[in-house]
């Protein structure tokens, strides 16, 4: 949803140009750069699940803040830390797939897993292309934050649930 109601929330709540606009995408890139060198850093002191999950919990926190206080700067500033969130949730994520699939299994866990991700971004964008008039550009956007929250909350309760059995060999 995000991919298509940025562009209106920059223009028409924030009352900037496309220009701004570049300048907002541009600093997500430089935040992703971050986020690349920081995941780096992170990946052997952090264990995967926990650093995945907190990445979801601070990117729905940072586009909640960012899509509820409409000033340039601070749009600049949580999307340099949505770039890093971001990136370090996607790539740790895939890393561990890659890590964790057998190798003749990779094409169809990766398949499957891009499969799913396209089918939910088109789900997302066309709620948000039908739903944007109707319920109101901020109001979608804080929903797609609000998913960000969701994710990283099953995500956090699938650990604890996979932890307690893994640690007792059955369900507790």
Do not use: C
């Amino acid at each position: 949803m995000i991919n298509v109601l940025f562009v209106p929330y920059v223009i028409n709540e924030m009352g900037q140009t496309s220009v701004e606009f570049g300048w907002i995408e541009s600093v997500q890139g430089i935040g992703g750069l971050i986020g690349g060198y920081l995941l780096l850093k992170l990946n052997k002191k952090v264990a995967p699940f926990p650093l995945i999950i907190s990445s979801l919990l601070a990117s729905g926190g940072f586009a909640l803040l960012q899509f509820n206080i409409p000033i340039l700067f601070f749009v600049f500033i949580m999307n340099a830390f949505l770039g890093i969130t971001d990136v370090i949730s996607s790539v740790r994520l895939e890393t561990l797939l890659q890590e964790q699939v057998p190798e003749n299994y990779m094409g169809r866990i990766f398949g499957a897993y891009n499969t799913l991700m396209a089918l939910t971004m088109l789900i997302g964008m066309s709620i948000a292309s039908f739903l944007g008039e109707i319920m109101g550009t901020v109001m979608l956007l804080n929903i797609s934050a609000l998913l960000f929250f969701l994710t990283g909350i099953v995500g956090y309760r699938a650990l604890k649930q996979n932890m307690k059995v893994s640690r007792h060999g059955k369900n507790d």
